[in-house]
């Protein structure tokens, strides 16, 4: 069962600043929240990851409210390059046993020029 | 580093016969997962190892069997292959801890 719940899909257009919402109601104490691209018949991609507050790295940003209860994803200045589809996790990462992730169904963003 | 590897990228076999997957992972991660990715499907989990030994494991069945070896690199085995077996079939890495999963580039298997 997924831990986690992202819109199917979304559109934007090049040059546009994009976010995606994650809804994680029932994330425990010890876990991380992180977010990865995947292109056709490709490996999902590590985008970035973050437990509280704001991460930014060279390509996201990454908000978390206080309740953790949700998170976005948030993707400066979109190409069409960016058309992929994104993948919210939560997971233990504390714990070397207990390590899994949970993947849902992602959320499929196309980019239009 | 060089990164996750995957061998073979793309394979073809038929009803009933069996198939080994072979995965590599980043030099020093120790861990390694297993998942199945269906068309239209978010990414399954198989199972994982680390230090040889099975961590973790999904809700598949008896057919789908994996091993971790010294150096870390894995294999994942299916028998008698079933046309639902069609997948990309996705390793990641690890080290270990706190640490993010680095996945492979995949292997596409096709059951006729």
């Known amino acids: 069962l997924a831990k986690t719940t992202q819109p199917i899909s979304m559109d934007s257009y090049e040059g546009q600043e994009v976010n995606i919402t994650c809804s994680h109601n029932?994330?425990?104490?010890?876990?991380?929240i992180t977010w990865y691209q995947q292109f056709p018949s490709q490996g999902p991609r590590f985008i970035i990851q973050g437990y509280k507050t704001k991460v930014t790295n060279e390509v996201a940003s990454l908000f978390i409210p206080a309740d953790r209860k949700s998170s976005t994803l948030s993707l400066p200045r979109v190409s069409l390059s960016d058309t992929a589809v994104y993948y919210c996790l939560v997971g233990d990462m504390i714990s070397d046993s207990n390590y899994q992730l949970i993947w849902g169904a992602g959320t499929k963003l196309i980019i239009k020029p | 580093k060089a990164g996750v590897t995957q061998t073979p990228r793309y394979l073809i076999k038929t009803r009933g016969q069996q198939v080994t997957l072979s995965c590599s992972p980043i030099?020093?991660?120790?861990?390694v997962s297993w998942y199945q990715q269906t068309p239209g499907q978010g990414l399954q989990f198989l199972f994982e190892?680390?230090?040889?030994?099975?961590?973790n494991k999904g809700n598949f069945p008896g057919r789908f069997s994996g091993r971790q070896f010294s150096n870390s690199r894995s294999e994942m085995n299916v028998s008698t292959l079933e046309l639902g077996d069609s997948a990309l079939y996705l390793c990641a890495s690890r080290s270990g801890g706190a640490d993010t999963q680095y996945f492979g580039p995949g292997t596409r298997l096709t059951v006729l």
């Open positions: 029932n994330i425990a104490t010890n876990d991380y």
């Open positions: 190892y680390f230090s040889e030994t099975q961590r």
């Open positions: 030099s020093g991660h120790r861990s």
